[in-house]
């Protein structure tokens, strides 16, 4: 029992501090929301940090890479696991609302009349076309801008440049090494800090959540939030087990399931996959997965790789075709809303409710829809936006075992690979 608390103490701390909040929430409900501001300040915190912790981890793993080969077979491997995974859940969130209709012909003609009262003021989002977003998402114009959440995508490739880099440069950048090392060292203590303060902060934003969620959902949309609910949880459960087995067998199955819960518990609360980057990389590592590994997949996966977030897509562009009375009569009609959803994944920001805004454009556009029709998919966004996270973050951290697995083999849980001491010398 004393190795139980032990094992997982934090774990336990932070359940109980949701459940409290919960709790809280449902009993107060809209008063709840006065616990709002403890929360927001654990939020605020995660935050603030993120982007000097996704620099810092990606430029110093890719640094500490002294073999390209490996450096290139992480990479590549990274790409292919997304890739992979991504397609099985839009297959999996396709599969889940085809047969279903989410909108009721009266429920579709009393929304289809409250987008003549908002097609005015959406009309002004048309002089932004779909590339200058694309752009605006993976590059900025100035440097300061990289010091930002709002370019979480651009942050990241250049870090990863950097890294390179740095990387290419060999032992003449060794004192930038030493000092980005360093560096590293003190904003994951920094993490550490913060989250002493975690229970209470995640606590008081899940009450304040439950306290204000019942508002959001209106009878119309009630539908699609329960199917989504019931998908994310079946595939939470079942599709994260098969990736966690197929990366190490019972054991990582057993890894994965003692060390996930402060991830999904974070996601959860926050609704913020780039809050829950600390929490997740510690996770992972506490897996087994190699620091270098988890250092990269995570900041990554979360801006490209988004399960929750492609399954959300697929439930949106339904709620559409439902709406709209749209035919998806051929294979390729089935085709392109799958290769949407995909697409949109990629614009999905990684910050609270709102974060998919570039997403949900780009559907309305390439679906031929009107640009009225965004505060749909915004209500929809809003009401997914816990299970959608919990999937998202909580698809990284199966990710990086999965990765592990392909760049270090059916070994890479061992405690003496080689591959992981070489690589956290510089």
Known sequence: MKKFLSNYKSTIILLVAIIVGAIVGIIFQEKATILSPLGDIFLNLLLVIVVPLIFLTITT????MKTPKRLGKIMVTIICVFLCTSIIAVLVGFASVYFVKL???????????SLEETAEVE??????TIMDRTVDLLTVDDFYKLLSKEN????????????FAINMSGEKAKPVTDFLIAANIVINNVVKIIMYYAPIGLGCYFASLVGSFGETIVVGYLKT??????????????????????AAGKKGVKVFWKNVLPSTATSLATCSSAASIPVNIECSKKMGVPDDIAETTIPLGTSFHKDG?????????MFLVCLFGTSLATFGDIIGVLGIALLANLLITAVPIGGGTISEMLIITMMGYPVAALPILTIIATIIDPPATMLNVVGDTVSSMMVARVVDGKDWMKEDNKNIKEDVKV
């Open 123 to 128: 009309e002004e989002a048309e002089d932004v």
């Open 152 to 163: 979480i995508v651009a942050l990241l490739i250049a870090s990863v440049i950097f890294g």
């Open 103 to 113: 909108v009721e012909p009266e429920d579709g003609e009393k929304i289809r009349a």
């Open 61 to 64: 793993s890719i640094a500490k």
């Open 225 to 246: 939030f329960v199917i989504y609910t019931v998908v994310a949880l079946a595939f939470y459960f079942i599709f994260y087990t098969l990736y966690a087995f197929i």
């Open 309 to 317: 977030s492609i399954i959300g897509s697929m439930f949106k562009i």
